[in-house]
């Protein structure tokens, strides 16, 4: 069966320094692999999507992310992290390009230190 | 900005009462979707549809129903609610080409049954 696995529930950074968060999936087929965060009280937003091609994908706020097909990961990256980061982030896999049918991992709390 | 709505955004009631929660975009979507969100966990697709009269269930069961009747408009209803039913529920909508697919999330409703 399909699943996305976020291992850390919670990270703390502090301010200017770099963030990663780690998204491994299990999926038979060619993943369609998503970042989102979700800041308090508001609707999911799309960071970056990765359907094919360069394992390296850029996406907005300055977040990029790196398939890594024989890790299975897709993990997130932000080279340093700004108070207005602190959100909740989610990855997530989807069946193919054009549905919103997605599998979610738990998602990862980021908290930013002054 | 996604063009893409729910209200209430809280909803308090008692068991056994019928519910309506109301999701609306304004983006021309055929494809729409509810998603399931308990505290600290992966967000759960209870039901989507792919454009008007056409309605299917998620990978997450749910007593909830819903209803596309019009383009814009995705309903979910609850007959009874439970306890159980204490959730917060995610909308969101997809459109744009065959390999560039966005999702949109509505705010969300923050449902809680006593």
């Known amino acids: 069966a399909q699943s996305v696995t976020q291992p850390d529930i919670h990270i703390t950074v502090s301010e200017g320094a770099s963030l990663e968060l780690r998204c491994n999936y299990s999926?038979?087929?060619?993943?369609?692999l998503f970042w989102y965060v979700q800041s308090p009280g508001q609707g999911l937003q799309l960071l970056l999507k990765?359907?094919?091609?360069?394992?390296l994908v850029q996406g907005i706020k300055g977040f990029e992310a790196e398939f890594k097909r024989s890790q299975s990961s897709f993990n997130l990256r932000k080279p340093s992290v700004h108070w207005s980061d602190a959100a909740e982030y989610f990855c997530a896999v989807g069946f193919s390009s054009n549905t919103g049918k997605l599998i979610f991992g738990q998602g990862t709390t980021l908290q930013v230190k002054p | 900005e996604a063009d893409i709505y729910q209200t209430p955004r809280y909803l308090v009631i008692g068991t056994g009462k019928k519910i309506t929660l109301e999701c609306s975009q304004t983006m021309g979507h055929d494809k729409m979707y509810w998603y399931q969100q308990d505290p600290g966990m992966e967000l759960h697709l209870i039901h989507y549809?792919?454009?008007?009269?056409?309605?299917e269930k998620g990978d997450l069961s749910s007593e909830s129903t819903v209803s596309r009747i019009r383009t814009e408009h995705f309903p979910l209803t609850l007959e009874s609610a439970r306890p159980s039913h204490t959730s917060q529920y995610l909308c969101a909508s997809s459109g744009g080409s065959a390999t560039n697919e966005k999702l949109f999330f509505g705010s969300g409703t923050q449902l809680s049954v006593l």
């Open positions: 549809s792919y454009g008007v009269n056409s309605t």
């Open positions: 990765y359907f094919s091609g360069d394992t």
């Open positions: 999926y038979g087929a060619t993943p369609y």
